[in-house]
């Protein structure tokens, strides 16, 4: 629900005072950033599902963990993450922000040690975890993945 700002009478919207948006440009900006379906996730679904590869989409792994992985195959515990490089602090591309840093680099590495955690509780509950940066090539991470769901189908049988 946004808030307009009675004071200054034009309608314009003003963020909270100690918001996390900064401004309410900040605000749409922020807003419009996909959490789900974003280009390189649907590239690799879209590669996966030409090799006749079926899977659920944005999907707890687990019932009761809390978290859901981009790409989920349920029988042969495979869980796939497509890490955004800014959100998930990626060496090659993250730059701290210029703006409010304290509070979006704290953001990131609590995304990070978030990242961390959900790969080991998966992990300790006998899934496979891949991860791919949204850098690197749909090509390359849909073959990968293909590998680890035919080696973990086959393993069940």
Not at 111 to 124: G, I
């Amino acid at each position: 629900m946004q808030e307009k700002n009675s004071e200054a009478g034009n309608g314009t919207w003003v963020p909270p005072e100690g918001s996390w948006a900064s401004s309410a440009a900040r605000r749409r900006n922020m807003q419009a950033i996909r959490s789900r379906d974003t280009k390189p996730e649907r590239l690799i679904r879209s590669l996966l599902h030409a090799q006749g590869l079926r899977y659920r989409v944005a999907a707890k792994p687990l019932p009761d963990l809390r978290r859901t992985a981009d790409i989920v195959f349920r029988p042969s515990k495979l869980a796939v993450f497509i890490d955004g490089c800014y959100w998930h602090g990626c060496p090659e591309h993250y730059v701290p922000p210029k703006t409010n840093p304290g509070y979006w680099s704290d953001k990131v590495a609590r995304n990070v040690a978030r990242d961390r955690d959900t790969d080991e509780q998966l992990r300790s509950a006998g899934w496979t975890v891949l991860r791919f940066w949204e850098h690197e090539p749909a090509e390359d991470c849909a073959v990968k993945i293909a590998a680890a769901a035919s080696r973990l189908r086959a393993a069940r049988k």
